[in-house]
């Protein structure tokens, strides 16, 4: 796969937790609204997904985290003998 399909394919993957999650939790909310006969749950499951889908695309978005030790105590020499 080429690096451009690859960039696609990930837009189209936060595309799809974006509007999948909002979906969800509306349909969960909407079918308890129906066995409760309520009409308060499908707006609160509606934005529940929406928070959760924004949470999940911010941190598959972020830097993996950076080794904070300081490089004295890291092995970063690549062999496996203890330190």
Known sequence: MS???EGE???WGLIST?????AVWGAIGY???RLLDTEVLLPIGVVVGFV???YIVYVKTQDP????????TRNDTG????S
Do not use: E, K, N
């Not at 974006?18 to 909002?22: A, E, F, Q, S």
């Open 18 to 22: 974006l509007v999948g999650g909002p």
């Open 52 to 54: 959760t889908s924004i």
């Open 79 to 82: 062999d496996d003998a203890p």
């Open 65 to 72: 985290p950076v080794d904070s030790r300081p490089a004295a």
């Open 3 to 5: 690096a451009g399909h």
């Open 31 to 33: 079918g308890v609204d």
């Open 9 to 11: 394919s990930q837009v």
